[in-house]
């Protein structure tokens, strides 16, 4: 296990790596990037980046059944969790400007208002009617008493890919490969992580860590500031849109894309649009290490890891 001086040197290069990543991305859309829109949430990379703080604390567990929806679409929010009242508001990551120090915190500016749903007993469904807000990363806040708090992010794509020049991909269902969580009740996490043998992960699941995707701070959370402080607008996609269109759909909506994250894990289909967006004279920006490193296959709500090599996967399928 690295010990504190191996986390804060590989922090300080990742950070150095992001802020050069980010002025480029500055040069390319041919607008000054303030200083102050560089700064990241939060800096301190110690020893809590190895413990899990999210099963310690309080939480309120819940996940929607989808990585993505379009604003009108009605979303079904799954609460396995039992509380005697529960309050539900969603909120926006990124335009807030709150300091992030642990890992099962989710910052984001309110976009509803709070509401009481009342008691939930193990299993509840909650519809949620997405807003006609601006495309980002959102999620649903579910308070209750003794101080319990959970999350269940999710994607607001644009009505039509295209709204904007340039997207950014966040990579959902890497956050669920890397989630821990015991689903079945074995006493073993439900991903490879944890067991080799485990080679399917279940979408549409609640994170460990209150709700919070594994690593989102360091991962995802500094570009989403950045981007919404520096005033540039961008569509904001999941895997979930590049296995539902082709390369030359992209070609056609976007002149840039970015990975901002650790994209890990695709499918062939994605791998071939990438691929075909970048033939037809797309430009592709990738912040962070490992994209497209490992083949999954998607059947419905599950992804099943293959091999590594989602390059060997694309080849062999044609």
């Known amino acids: 296990m690295p010990n504190n001086a191996h986390l804060q040197l590989a922090g300080a290069r990742r950070r150095v ?4 990543s980010l002025v480029f991305m500055a040069t390319v859309l041919g607008a000054p990037t303030p200083a102050a829109s560089l700064a990241f949430p939060d800096d301190d990379l110690e020893g809590e ?8 604390r309080p939480t309120v567990e819940a996940a929607f059944s989808l990585e993505s929806y379009a604003p009108g679409d009605v979303a079904h929010l799954v609460i396995t969790d039992r509380a005697p009242k529960v309050s539900l508001e969603i909120r926006r990551v990124g335009p807030d400007s709150v300091r992030v120090r642990h890992n099962d915190v989710m910052p984001g500016v309110t976009v509803t208002s709070r509401r009481t749903i009342g008691a939930v007993r193990g299993r509840r469904i909650v519809s949620v009617r997405m807003g006609d807000w601006p495309s980002g990363l959102y999620f649903a806040q579910l308070n209750a008493r003794g101080g319990r708090v959970g999350y269940a992010p999710f994607v607001l794509r644009p009505e039509r890919l295209g709204e ?21 009740g074995d006493g073993v996490g439900d991903t490879w992580y944890e067991n080799p043998r485990h080679l399917t992960v279940r979408l549409g699941r609640p994170f460990l860590d209150r709700g919070t995707p594994s690593h989102f701070k360091y991962y995802d959370l500094p570009f989403l500031h950045w981007l919404a402080h520096s005033g540039r607008a961008a569509d904001v996609i999941s895997d979930r849109e590049l296995n539902n269109t082709s390369g030359d759909v992209l070609a056609k909506a976007y002149s840039l894309i970015v990975f901002p994250g650790h994209h890990e894990y695709v499918t062939t289909h994605e791998y071939d649009a990438i691929t075909r967006y970048r033939d037809l004279g ?19 709500s ?13 080849r062999r399928r044609r």
């Open 17 to 20: 790596t992001q802020v050069l």
């Open 282 to 300: 797309g430009h592709l920006m990738f912040l962070s290490a490992n994209n497209f490193f490992w083949r999954v296959d998607k059947s419905g």
């Open 302 to 314: 599950t992804i099943t890891r293959i091999r590594s090599g989602a390059t060997s996967a694309g």
């Open 164 to 184: 904007h020049s340039v997207a950014v991909v966040l990579p959902t269902q890497t956050w669920q490969a890397y989630n821990r969580r015991d689903d079945d």
């Open 49 to 56: 980046d190895l413990e899990q703080l999210g099963p310690q």
